[in-house]
């Protein structure tokens, strides 16, 4: 039996989160004895096998269709079930990415298995996999296991860590029957930004009401450029109308877990933690010495956040 | 047109989540409301017959509670609602939802043009029901749409992917999983509230929709849920402005080895 691991790529460049899948799933899969496997679908992205061998990859399948350029979910639902028809594996990993969100799902469904979605942690004892997975935006954490042959995973980005290791890397070609897809894209548009992808990101800079309007955001983004952080907003800075709601951290945004989070007049409602509770570090900054954020923060100035970031950001470009 | 929207009661946003002696989460004393993600989608619903005509049918999974959830979504403006409610459902897992909900919008109300959801729910956050309908009921799918608009039976939706954004067209019948920013929820007027005691709400049982307890078996089974370790306050630092960032960037660099 195997462990099959679906890797994410876009634009012939794969994501960060495959490799931390692939490296989670080679612990599961030295726990378990099963065989790792990784499925690479997409056009013209053969040579991105190679890269996937370093992370302890015992066969790489690879389906390479000019059908398959453009990820859809019904096509690429498809695919999977057709190879998990073929493999029978124990376990699918996935990441937790928009991509994995809802390939997962209607893979699952079509499969009829079992998915435990937004995993912070699977381990593997006394002959079965446990899956934890955070409830409430991460107010509660839940144990899980999945009942049947076939289990499906997505794993948080940026909680599982990436370790090289050595595998039999061989590479095989599948070439299952593709259907037409019932949706067509029809125009993409990515932020032209070079800062991180908040999901992705090792640091996040943050901000919220406390900046006073639209224009304090200038001071998150200069504190993020010198440590090359992305940026998040807080709920109320986005139902202001600061900033996109795709910058929302939160329970009813995005949530998070970088190394660093710095959190600028951001008071930490109940709703904010949520999202960024799993973060490693957790710098607070904000004028009201009794805000919430205090509570949670390693690291806590009470301050002027028009004094502090300046001088913060002064500070690391000597540094640098 | 039939428009169906799929709706799901769980905790507010605000509420404090407390373990039962049990191992499972306590819902006593907490409020109860309709999935902020899920008004997203009945409004894009109600929107959509506003302007094509039709009538909007929302449904849910849930115990006698969820009668409220409905209709409160009657007295925005929907017009009529089917409760699924079986003992057999309490504790369903996402894969049970959906088993039931396609049966249901396979056969009873088949025929819809539009199936709305929201993108998630905000309590167990998994978002799977959506992409498991989707694909029970063969459709096109759009996730985590930020804007929508039919016309000559086209549908076209503009979705988040990570890092930007993406435009879709979809043949009918589709389904819509809605994200915050699709639209500005209406909150239901005097007269709405009024009309919605009246509105149709039916309650059905596994047995009504031809499922078997076993068709509805969970396939995922929570061992025990436990909270998270709290976070403690950590150092206040304090003085003059220099002082301080100096102090925390060396924090950062020797203690915490984050930067």
Redesign the interface.
Same mark, same amino acid.
């Given at each position: 039996m195997s462990i099959v691991v679906c890797v994410e790529q876009?634009d012939g460049k794969l994501?960060k989160i495959t490799f931390e899948a692939l490296s989670e799933g080679k612990r599961l899969a030295t726990a378990s004895g099963e065989t790792l496997k990784a499925l690479l679908i997409g056009s013209g992205i053969a040579g991105l096998a190679d890269e996937l061998k370093k992370y302890g990859v015992d066969e790489v399948a690879v389906v390479d269709n000019e059908a398959l350029a453009a990820y859809t979910?019904?096509v690429y639902?498809a695919v999977l079930a057709a190879y998990i028809a073929q493999e029978n594996p124990a376990l699918v990993l996935f990441g937790h990415?928009?991509?994995g969100?809802?390939? !997962?799902?209607?893979?699952?469904?079509?499969v009829?298995?079992?998915?435990?979605?937004?995993c912070l942690a699977v381990t593997f004892a006394d002959g079965d996999y446990?899956f934890s997975?955070?409830?409430?935006?991460?107010?509660?954490?839940?144990?899980?296991? @999945?009942? +049947?042959p076939v289990r499906m995973a997505t794993l948080r980005p940026n909680v599982f860590a990436v370790a090289e290791s050595e595998g039999a890397g061989a590479v095989v070609d599948f070439a299952p029957e593709i259907p037409a897809a019932? @949706?067509?894209?029809?125009? @993409?548009?990515?932020?032209s930004s070079d800062r991180p992808?908040l999901?992705?990101a090792?640091?996040i800079c943050s901000g919220g009401r406390g900046l006073g309007g639209p224009e304090g955001f200038a001071l998150i983004e200069g504190l993020a450029d010198v440590?090359g952080a992305a940026v998040g907003s807080s709920r109320a800075a986005v139902d202001a109308g600061w900033r996109?709601?795709?910058a929302?951290v939160g329970?009813?945004?995005k949530?998070v877990s970088p190394?660093?989070y710095v959190a600028s007049g951001i008071s930490g409602a109940?709703?904010h933690l949520a999202g960024m +509770?799993?973060s490693?570090?957790?710098?607070g900054i904000n004028k009201d010495g009794e805000a919430n954020i205090?509570?949670?923060?390693?690291?806590?100035?009470? +301050?002027d956040l028009n004094?502090?970031i300046p !001088?913060?950001i002064?500070?690391?470009k000597e540094?640098q | 047109m039939k428009i169906v929207a799929c709706i799901k009661q769980t905790f507010d946003t605000e509420a404090k989540i407390v373990v039962g002696g049990d191992g499972q989460i306590s819902d006593e004393g907490v409020n109860l409301i309709v999935n902020p993600y899920d008004e997203y989608a009945v409004e894009e619903a109600i929107r959509t017959k506003e302007k094509d005509g039709g009538e909007v049918v929302v449904v849910t999974v849930g115990g006698d509670k969820a009668q409220e959830a409905l209709r409160y979504c009657l007295a925005m403006g929907a017009d009529r609602a089917v409760l699924i409610n079986d003992p057999a459902l309490a504790g369903a897992d996402s894969r049970a939802v959906s088993v039931a909900l396609a049966k249901l919008l396979s056969e009873k109300e088949a025929g819809f043009d539009i199936i709305f959801t929201g993108k998630e729910s905000v309590d167990d956050g998994v978002g799977q029901v959506p992409s498991r309908l989707a694909e029970k009921l063969d459709l096109a799918q759009a996730n985590v749409v930020t804007a929508f608009e039919l016309s000559d039976g086209k549908a076209t939706a503009t979705r988040e992917i990570d890092g930007g954004s993406e435009t879709l067209e979809l043949v009918l019948p589709a389904l819509i999983s809605a994200q915050k920013g699709l639209n500005e929820v209406r909150y239901p007027s005097l007269p709405g509230i009024m009309k919605a005691k009246r509105k149709p709400l039916e309650v059905l049982a596994l047995g009504d929709l031809g499922l078997s307890v076993d068709d509805v078996a969970s396939k995922v089974e929570l061992v025990a849920a436990e909270l998270p370790p709290a976070r403690k306050a950590g150092q206040r630092l304090t003085g003059e402005v220099d002082e301080v960032v100096a102090k925390l960037v060396q924090l950062l660099q020797d203690e915490a080895k984050v930067i």
């Amino acid at each position: 039996m195997s462990i099959v691991v679906c890797v994410e790529q876009r634009d012939g460049k794969l994501r960060k989160i495959t490799f931390e899948a692939l490296s989670e799933g080679k612990r599961l899969a030295t726990a378990s004895g099963e065989t790792l496997k990784a499925l690479l679908i997409g056009s013209g992205i053969a040579g991105l096998a190679d890269e996937l061998k370093k992370y302890g990859v015992d066969e790489v399948a690879v389906v390479d269709n000019e059908a398959l350029a453009a990820y859809t979910s019904d096509v690429y639902a498809a695919v999977l079930a057709a190879y998990i028809a073929q493999e029978n594996p124990a376990l699918v990993l996935f990441g937790h990415s928009a991509v994995g969100k809802e390939l !997962a799902p209607r893979t699952a469904a079509k499969v009829d298995c079992g998915l435990v979605s937004d995993c912070l942690a699977v381990t593997f004892a006394d002959g079965d996999y446990l899956f934890s997975h955070p409830v409430y935006a991460g107010k509660a954490i839940g144990s899980y296991k @999945v009942v +049947g042959p076939v289990r499906m995973a997505t794993l948080r980005p940026n909680v599982f860590a990436v370790a090289e290791s050595e595998g039999a890397g061989a590479v095989v070609d599948f070439a299952p029957e593709i259907p037409a897809a019932k @949706v067509t894209i029809t125009g @993409v548009d990515m932020a032209s930004s070079d800062r991180p992808e908040l999901t992705e990101a090792d640091i996040i800079c943050s901000g919220g009401r406390g900046l006073g309007g639209p224009e304090g955001f200038a001071l998150i983004e200069g504190l993020a450029d010198v440590l090359g952080a992305a940026v998040g907003s807080s709920r109320a800075a986005v139902d202001a109308g600061w900033r996109e709601h795709a910058a929302q951290v939160g329970q009813t945004g995005k949530v998070v877990s970088p190394n660093l989070y710095v959190a600028s007049g951001i008071s930490g409602a109940i709703q904010h933690l949520a999202g960024m +509770g799993s973060s490693k570090v957790i710098v607070g900054i904000n004028k009201d010495g009794e805000a919430n954020i205090f509570n949670v923060a390693d690291y806590g100035i009470e +301050g002027d956040l028009n004094k502090v970031i300046p !001088a913060l950001i002064e500070k690391l470009k000597e540094l640098q | 047109m039939k428009i169906v929207a799929c709706i799901k009661q769980t905790f507010d946003t605000e509420a404090k989540i407390v373990v039962g002696g049990d191992g499972q989460i306590s819902d006593e004393g907490v409020n109860l409301i309709v999935n902020p993600y899920d008004e997203y989608a009945v409004e894009e619903a109600i929107r959509t017959k506003e302007k094509d005509g039709g009538e909007v049918v929302v449904v849910t999974v849930g115990g006698d509670k969820a009668q409220e959830a409905l209709r409160y979504c009657l007295a925005m403006g929907a017009d009529r609602a089917v409760l699924i409610n079986d003992p057999a459902l309490a504790g369903a897992d996402s894969r049970a939802v959906s088993v039931a909900l396609a049966k249901l919008l396979s056969e009873k109300e088949a025929g819809f043009d539009i199936i709305f959801t929201g993108k998630e729910s905000v309590d167990d956050g998994v978002g799977q029901v959506p992409s498991r309908l989707a694909e029970k009921l063969d459709l096109a799918q759009a996730n985590v749409v930020t804007a929508f608009e039919l016309s000559d039976g086209k549908a076209t939706a503009t979705r988040e992917i990570d890092g930007g954004s993406e435009t879709l067209e979809l043949v009918l019948p589709a389904l819509i999983s809605a994200q915050k920013g699709l639209n500005e929820v209406r909150y239901p007027s005097l007269p709405g509230i009024m009309k919605a005691k009246r509105k149709p709400l039916e309650v059905l049982a596994l047995g009504d929709l031809g499922l078997s307890v076993d068709d509805v078996a969970s396939k995922v089974e929570l061992v025990a849920a436990e909270l998270p370790p709290a976070r403690k306050a950590g150092q206040r630092l304090t003085g003059e402005v220099d002082e301080v960032v100096a102090k925390l960037v060396q924090l950062l660099q020797d203690e915490a080895k984050v930067i």
